[in-house]
């Protein structure tokens, strides 16, 4: 969710959104300190209020250097999905990876009076980066299955109150329904069908409204349920999961300090392949303004007004879709990371003969073969060589080694190094750090030509929404600088516990006096 998202579309907000505008504390200059943003990162960053050089989640995934192979942010192998529907095969996953404890973890290990811990989304690594290494519900969507799952890290069989929600309201009868605009066209802005949207994979969708979601027969199928994720819809189902939660554990309304995080991820699935100037992100929003509202009334109801603090901001922004950008004539493009990986081989093949001495390259991460690095350290011409090749590639602004991000502060004034060495995390960061220039992403393969993305430093990926609501909270518009980093630190604060490592900082202008 890009901060902009707010000026430019909260006009016909009546909701949620609303609620945060008008009576909440709105951190207009809020970004995130460094150049991996994306979901994992993201999320684990608001959860602990440290950077990822210090919680060590450095992107959705990263290469494994004792396998070889790529490694998703939460998976863990000892442990066991646990599915509310049909068995599913597959690697499961705990906040393992994850090197410092989340404003979760310490509220469970500081409070006199044990919290309550519910985590929510479509996504398995934002609802485990949300909780951390425990919880009372962690719970995510599998499209491929068509049910919720959570993992043995958190609970050894389905919860009572989940896996009665889901019976009550099954996921498919919201099949053959079709996702329509909710306010009048006149109210969105830009050209729908823009250059460069694409539609979901596998589905029957165009890139105008309506979206059926009826997936690719005449019942419910994975397809069906990508549709439903890159929906309203599913945002609505989140509301009414977390609603559901609030009543069933009684949230809020013990002794102690509950804790209940919601991922909405429809706007993320939506910003991907539709773009941030599309009529279907403004759509999502408007209607994510009223699953919020109903949310809050919820906690109004059952909690008290005033008995509660709401945070909400985004895990990152997203770029512009680079066609978009091109036919006004700005400079934009995709970077293809195979591409890069192959310009290193061929450049560093008079020194070490042929075969494939950079071998993968995720996100910003290109990594080398065992051993290749440090060959390359010894041989000064071999290093300059594969970083030229780098440099020279169409789109790409810097390339740093993993030395030059240890090794020394970065020097006065460079923000793009700051940024990457506040990312880079030994033993898990690739040996090189490619960043691309303004409106350049880096993309997986050739075929990948429209859509967007995010990961990058620049201000559309980094600048998001931060707002606080509630007990203790002073409403209002600040302009100084802040983060979601700041987030954890602020609600420890108002919990009255201590976090171990927080890179963020207190906000404290707008925490006024408690009732």
């Not at 706007?267 to 991907?272: A, E, I, K, M, R």
């Not at 602004?397 to 030994?426: C, I, K």
Request: aromatic share 10%; proline share 8%.
């Amino acid at each position: 969710m890009r901060a902009d998202y707010v000026d430019k579309f909260s006009a016909h907000w009546t909701g949620g959104l609303r609620r945060l505008i008008d009576e909440g504390a709105w951190y207009r200059d809020a970004a995130y300190p460094y150049t991996a943003t994306v979901t994992c990162v993201g999320h684990s960053s608001i959860s602990t209020g440290s950077l990822p050089r210090t919680h060590g989640i450095i992107g959705d995934s990263w290469l494994n250097r004792e396998t070889g192979k790529v490694a998703v942010c939460v998976a863990d192998p000892d442990t066991k999905l646990v599915s509310y529907g049909r068995p599913v095969d597959g690697t499961s996953v705990s906040g393992k990876a994850m090197r410092t404890s989340t404003l979760a973890d310490e509220l469970r290990a500081q409070s006199a009076v044990p919290p309550r811990v519910v985590t929510l989304s479509m996504k398995d690594y934002a609802a485990t980066a949300m909780a951390g290494h425990g919880a009372d519900a962690v719970v995510w969507m599998n499209a491929s299955a068509g049910t919720l799952m959570t993992s043995s890290a958190f609970s050894p069989r389905p919860v009572p109150w989940v896996a009665d929600f889901l019976k009550a309201h099954p996921i498919e009868q919201d099949f053959g329904k079709a996702w329509t605009r909710l306010l009048p066209d006149a109210d969105y802005l830009y050209a729908d069908d823009a250059r460069g949207e694409r539609t979901p994979t596998g589905s029957g969708w165009t890139r105008t409204f309506p979206h059926p979601l009826k997936g690719a027969g005449t019942k419910p199928d994975d397809v069906f349920y990508g549709e439903w994720e890159e929906s309203p819809f599913s945002d609505a189902y989140l509301g009414k999961l977390a609603e559901a939660s609030i009543d069933a554990l009684k949230l809020g309304q013990g002794p102690g300090t509950d804790y209940l995080a919601v991922s909405f991820s429809a706007l993320d699935f939506v910003g991907h392949d539709f773009g941030p100037r599309s009529h279907e992100v403004q759509d999502v929003l408007a209607r994510l303004d009223r699953t919020l509202g109903s949310l809050i009334a919820r906690l109004d109801a059952r909690v008290g007004r005033g008995r509660y603090v709401l945070a909400l901001t985004g895990d990152h922004g997203v770029s512009p879709i680079p066609e978009q950008l091109s036919a006004l004539g700005l400079a934009a493009g995709r970077i293809v990371a195979p591409d890069v990986v192959a310009r290193v081989n061929a450049a560093l093949t008079p020194w070490f003969g042929p075969g494939d001495k950079a071998v993968r390259m995720v996100y910003e991460d290109l990594f080398f073969a065992p051993g290749v690095y440090d060959k390359l350290r010894a041989n000064p011409e071999a290093m300059r060589a594969a970083l030229e090749a780098v440099a020279a590639t169409p789109g790409v602004a810097r390339v740093f080694t993993a030395d030059q991000l240890q090794s020394s502060p970065p020097a006065a004034g460079d923000t793009l190094e700051r940024e990457a060495a506040a990312s880079f995390f030994p033993g898990r960061s690739g040996e090189f750090i490619v960043l691309p220039r303004p409106y350049f992403q880096s993309v997986p393969n050739a075929s990948r030509t429209t859509g967007t993305t995010h990961g990058s430093p620049y201000w559309y990926d980094r600048h998001v929404p931060l707002f606080l609501l509630g007990d203790g909270i002073r409403k209002g518009q600040y302009l100084a600088p802040a983060s979601p980093l700041d987030l954890a630190p602020t609600l420890a604060y108002l919990c009255g516990i201590t976090l171990p490592a927080p890179d963020g900082r207190l906000l404290g202008a707008a925490l006024g006096t408690r009732n």
